[in-house]
């Protein structure tokens, strides 16, 4: 994983512990829909995770380009860490990837799919009733 700060790549740096939920970001600069959406989940994961050490937010870019990719984690300003360009081949990924973007799901430390393919803002509220 890895973050942009100061409009710079860095690594991520891992938390003492893991988070007890993680929320998967399927996304991508060239998607008209996802550059919609994400200021409001910047905007919610900033407020939501203050509130909880338990939960964290990962991007996973359906972009053409790494350079892509940290372009559009520059201008929409993501908080949160990122998984490596090519993760969308990852089968660890793969297997929660949506047929559309942009797509946010929510998994439990099993690795389970806590909520269902439904739109992204619907999934922001059911995190919220989840996460506790």
Not at 116 to 123: I, L
Request: proline letters at 8%; one cysteine or more.
């Amino acid at each position: 994983l890895f973050q942009v700060v100061d409009d710079k790549r860095v690594d991520y740096k891992k938390p003492a512990t893991n988070p007890q939920y993680t929320a998967l970001y399927f996304s991508a600069h060239w998607c008209p829909p996802c550059r919609a959406f994400t200021p409001k989940l910047v905007e919610w994961y900033k407020e939501f995770k203050a509130k909880h050490e338990n939960f964290e937010l990962v991007f996973v870019s359906s972009d053409k380009s790494e350079k892509a990719q940290i372009e559009y984690m520059k201008e929409a300003g993501m908080p949160w860490p990122a998984a490596k360009f090519s993760a969308t081949s990852d089968p660890n990924f793969r297997k929660y990837a949506p047929s559309g973007i942009p797509y946010l799901v929510l998994i439990g430390e099993d690795g389970k799919a806590l909520t269902e393919k439904e739109g992204a803002g619907k999934t922001m509220k059911k995190i919220e009733e989840l996460v506790k």
